[in-house]
């Protein structure tokens, strides 16, 4: 006797349609994994606080070497300049650290909880995902898909703070507790402003026609958000030295050294 041939089911046929996607696809690209050891890896490389106990001062080239290559195979099946922005990247990387360490002490300054900069970088989530925003955001200037976005939410995860690579943070920028603050994609903000858990820098309305114009606020320097308060808006200014208080809905701009409540 022959074996009768088994008709396909749902089941079978859903693999089937699975099979023919994933070999059109070609090697799966592991970019969350990639995006998860980049963020350690960078972390690690630029503040002792992260690195393993166990890497001597001399395994500070190794580490560079390690991390250059992985973001070379992370952004080789996305961009084909691979070379010129990896060179680029790590050519930035010493004002990002400089930009990180005004950052830390911009948090130190204005919280009575701090106890002192070395805290401030190895506990504080405000601290971690300013960080990886600020690299995140020199991978998303040099035009690299996907994968600074991936960042984003690696340190989204840690930390309950979603901050899109595409915004822009001016100079010492210190995010207080942080859980549930969103700045999106358009966002800019000025020089020595304080934000509160909570806090929301939005778009007014959601729609793809709308993708390439600015849709959420500008804060100017010297600025204050408490917590809960939402500001939405690309037409939205905040002046300078302005104070918006907590759960705040802000729709309209404000001049400098105003005070909303």
Avoid: C
């Amino acid at each position: 006797m022959t074996d009768r041939p088994v008709a396909p089911t749902r089941w079978t046929t859903f693999l089937d349609a699975l099979r023919d996607e994933r070999r059109a696809y070609a090697a799966p690209h592991p970019l969350r994994a990639m995006a998860d050891e980049f963020a350690r890896r960078a972390l690690a490389l630029l503040f002792p606080q992260f690195a393993s106990p166990t890497a001597p001062a001399a395994g500070v080239d190794a580490d560079a070497a390690a991390l250059a290559a992985l973001l070379r195979a992370a952004i080789a099946p996305l961009v084909s300049d691979v070379d010129r922005i990896a060179a680029t990247f790590f050519e930035r990387l010493p004002d990002i650290r400089e930009a990180l360490l005004r950052d830390a002490q911009a948090i130190l300054d204005g919280d009575p909880a701090a106890e002192n900069l070395e805290a401030v970088i190895v506990a504080y989530p405000g601290f971690l995902a300013t960080a990886v925003h600020r690299m995140a955001h020199a991978l998303y200037q040099l035009a690299v898909p996907v994968f600074p976005r991936i960042l984003s939410e690696w340190s989204h995860r840690e930390t309950g703070i979603d901050i899109h690579p595409g915004a822009v943070l001016g100079a010492s920028f210190a995010i207080d507790h942080g859980t549930g603050v969103v700045i999106g994609e358009t966002s800019t903000i000025g020089d020595r402003v304080r934000i509160y858990q909570g806090v929301t820098l939005g778009a007014l309305a959601v729609s793809k026609r709308l993708a390439h114009r600015k849709r959420h606020p500008t804060l100017g320097h010297d600025v204050v958000v408490y917590a809960n308060a939402t500001i939405l808006g690309g037409d939205t200014v905040v002046g300078d030295g302005s104070i918006i208080g907590g759960n705040v809905w802000l729709t309209s701009s404000v001049p400098p050294r105003s005070v909303v409540q």
